[in-house]
């Protein structure tokens, strides 16, 4: 059972720190939820799991089969299992979205063997059928240009389905939820639950709760200034609820000053 | 993309651009340079009436007496004394595919033509070197009464029809490079499509240059009759040499009242190529024509498809795709002259510039006072794949009459940071991510084209990838 450890992650983005030691372990089968306000650092944490060039780690480690991760690139650690939904997915225009989900999962089997010859047209066409139908998605959705003139909810939902067809071992979701209505959140928490098991490592990034609702974490951290301040289970989200996070920030940044 | 059946294909054809040639075994090769005696020589072997040596020799005198065009690519590096002007492999051409010669067939085996051949063509007109060497059509197109032959067959069997129509289109004096055609044509195709008929399948040309310093100068002469319909695909191919060849078509097309037709053409000459055509199409009242313009090839090409809209109602349109890698200037770009009440065209540009190359849009959009009611729309997206490379625009618009509705827009893109990184976050290696932006760039112009083609054509887009990432 592989874990993704991050130990003491600091991040800058043109000289300014923005992640400040960030501290997290987490197992494959176990689904933690990141929460705090805007500002605090989230969404620079999924970017530099992932790799993003425009985030430089100026300390710290983040551990993955055996190796620090940040040393790999992000086509590399896609291929070790991780994956990014991403809050605002890139338009490709003129690449379908089943073209686009071939050719990934074809980069993945050679990768790991250069002679492979790619996976078998009918198998994908059943691969990428069956995805859909867990995702409720209209089969025609494989022919459009990936993202392009997407909906918001269209757009979430496409992030799932590559989930689900490249079967990531640690998946983070970066603010899946926002701008998506209760019906288009509820379709892709489904998705996601229907994704879980003991293989499946997930992180979701969120600042409100409500996806929780759905989702169920196994565990909550809220971060504030680029630190993870507070650990707990799902009632710690139910807390930020009802309580919003004044309290965390008069706890936090009275100790600070 | 990346399926199994076109990576084996792309791995057996590793060895590419193309760059095999067969040892040399021509019949005549006129001596290199050009003249009066080269361009006699040329009509007296072909056995032409003496209108055409006529024509000929009149083409000459105004290509020695014009300039070289002072606009558009860097023309310099081109010596037109140390050119063939013509040579002719084979004494008869083949009718049928066993009486190609062995060498011949090789290269053709190297480009997969028979397997195309032996698919859905209506007819294949493979050019090696100046001349027509194959040519097939299908029973039912000749039932139909559909000509489809080599130029020079054209000119012997149809005298009159040839006649009629043949420098119609594009005169001598219309610029340097259409006169220099002129006076040493060879090779190319006469097409004719009666009244009422519809042409199912694709006709085809492959063209193909094997001699050293050879120059090549097909000519296409294509009528559609009134109500006739047919779709011309003409790819290129050719072997990589040092020392600088030349192609310099011309290619004419009449369009006739209510007719269509789609003239489509995939350029991919080596990188040593100067290729400077002319095409243009006469469209006659309710007529359309499209021109299909993929250039991949060439050290510099200078092409600019063109539709006069001469009858009312009359539709052009313009779908151009221009690749240029280190070295490569594509010129090109495309002209619609407005002469007629009612008509409407549509420009469509896609460039792609990488390691240096350069592309430039170079376009005209012509509207005469008295075309009232015209539409036209014009598009160019030029897409820069890294700092060195060039990409402009020259668009060139006149309008001299007011009830007109003209759309123009422009716009230049770098492949983005955030592009690349959602894509190598699914597992893409940065060049499988490029690759991917530029096929999903030209796929609005791609699936214009005939199936096979478009795998071609993407197999193609791939090798000029390949190695595109430091």
């Known amino acids: 059972m592989a874990a993704l450890e991050i130990k003491n992650l600091h991040v800058s983005i043109e000289g300014k720190e ?49 190796q620090n991760i940040l040393e790999l690139e992000p086509d590399e650690r896609s291929r070790l299992g991780i994956f990014l939904a991403f809050q605002y997915p890139v338009a490709i225009p003129g690449v379908t979205v089943a073209n686009f989900l071939r050719t990934a999962l074809n980069a993945r089997r050679r990768a790991e063997n250069p002679e492979d010859k790619g996976i078998p047209i009918l198998e994908f066409r059943k691969l990428i059928r069956s995805k859909m139908e867990l995702l409720k998605m209209d089969p025609e959705f494989a022919g459009r240009y990936l993202n392009d003139g997407f909906s918001g909810g269209e757009k979430k939902r496409a992030e799932i389905l590559q989930m689900a067809v490249l079967q990531p071992e640690i998946a983070i979701l970066d603010e899946t939820d926002s701008g998506l209505d209760i019906d288009a959140l509820r379709i892709v928490s489904e998705g996601v639950n229907a994704l879980r098991g003991p293989n499946l490592g997930v992180l979701v990034i969120t600042h409100y709760q409500r ?47 | 993309m990346n399926k199994p059946a076109e990576r084996e294909i792309l791995e057996s054809i ?48 105004h290509f020695l007496r014009r300039p070289m065009p002072a606009w558009g690519a860097d023309l310099s590096g081109l010596n037109l004394d140390e050119i063939y002007y013509y040579v002719k492999p084979t004494e008869a051409e083949g009718r049928s595919w066993n009486d190609v010669p062995e060498t011949i067939k090789n290269t053709f085996d190297r480009l997969g033509i028979p397997k195309a051949e032996q698919k859905f063509l209506a007819g294949v007109g493979a050019q090696y070197e100046s001349e027509m060497v194959y040519h097939s059509i299908q029973e039912h197109l000749e ?16 005298p009159d029809l040839f006649r009629e129509y043949f420098g119609t289109v594009i005169p001598i004096e219309d610029n340097k490079f259409a006169a220099l055609n002129s006076a040493v044509w060879s090779g190319g195709s006469f097409v004719y499509v009666p009244k009422g008929v519809k042409v199912d399948l694709p006709l085809q040309a492959y063209f193909r240059l094997n001699v050293a310093n050879i120059g090549q100068f097909e000519r296409s002469l294509i009528i559609a009759d009134e109500g006739a319909q047919v779709h011309y695909v003409e790819g290129c ?91 490569q200037h594509q010129d090109a770009g495309g002209k619609v002259i407005h002469f007629a009440p009612g008509t409407s065209s549509k420009i469509t540009s896609k460039s792609i510039s990488k390691s240096g190359g350069r592309t430039s849009y170079r376009g005209l959009l012509k509207v005469h006072k008295g075309a009232t009611d015209v539409r036209s729309n014009v598009v160019c997206d030029a897409l820069l794949l890294d700092p060195q490379s060039r990409s402009d625009t020259y668009p060139y618009i006149e309008i001299d009459e007011e009830d007109v509705t003209i759309g123009h827009e422009a716009s230049v893109s770098k492949i983005g940071e955030e592009q690349l990184f959602y894509l190598t976050s699914r597992g893409l290696s940065e060049e499988e991510a490029i690759t991917m932006v530029v096929s999903g760039f030209i796929e609005p112009l791609v699936k214009e084209l005939p199936m096979e083609y478009a795998v071609e054509m993407n197999r193609l887009i791939q090798l000029q990838m390949e190695g595109s990432i430091g």
């Open chain 1, 18 to 66: 923005i992640l400040k030691g960030v501290n997290l372990t987490i197992n494959q089968g176990e689904v933690h939820a990141i929460m705090g306000p805007n500002g605090t650092g989230k969404s620079t944490l999924a970017y530099t799991l992932m790799g993003h060039p425009s985030y430089q780690v100026t300390q710290g480690e983040v551990w993955y089969k055996g």
């Open chain 1, 211 to 257: 996806i929780l609702n759905y989702i169920q974490p196994d565990f909550v951290h809220i971060m504030l200034d680029g630190r993870i301040v507070e650990s707990g289970g799902a009632d710690l989200a139910l807390h930020l609820e009802e309580h919003g996070y004044e309290w965390v920030r008069e706890k936090y940044e009275v100790v600070e000053s």
């Open chain 2, 14 to 61: 590793s060895d590419y651009k193309y760059g095999f040639s067969d040892p040399e075994t021509y019949v005549y090769k006129a001596p290199k340079g050009l003249s009066q005696e080269v361009v006699r020589q040329i009509s007296a072997m072909k056995g032409e009436p003496e209108w055409m040596l006529e024509f000929r020799l009149r083409a000459l005198e």
């Open chain 2, 143 to 158: 039932k139909q009464g559909v000509i489809f032959l080599s130029i020079e067959d054209g000119l012997r069997k149809h």
């Open chain 2, 237 to 327: 191919t050719a072997p990589q040499y040092t020392t600088d060849s030349f192609h310099s078509g011309v290619i004419e097309i009449i369009v006739k009242k209510g007719a269509r037709v789609r003239y489509t053409t995939i350029q991919n000459w080596s990188n040593n190529v100067y290729n400077l055509v002319t095409q243009r199409a006469m469209v006659h009242e309710e007529g359309t024509m499209e021109w299909v313009d993929a250039n991949l090839g060439s050290k510099i090409t200078m092409k600019y498809p063109s539709c006069y809209l001469v009858g009312k109602g009359a539709r052009g349109e313009i779908l151009s795709i221009a690749f240029a890698g280190a070295g």
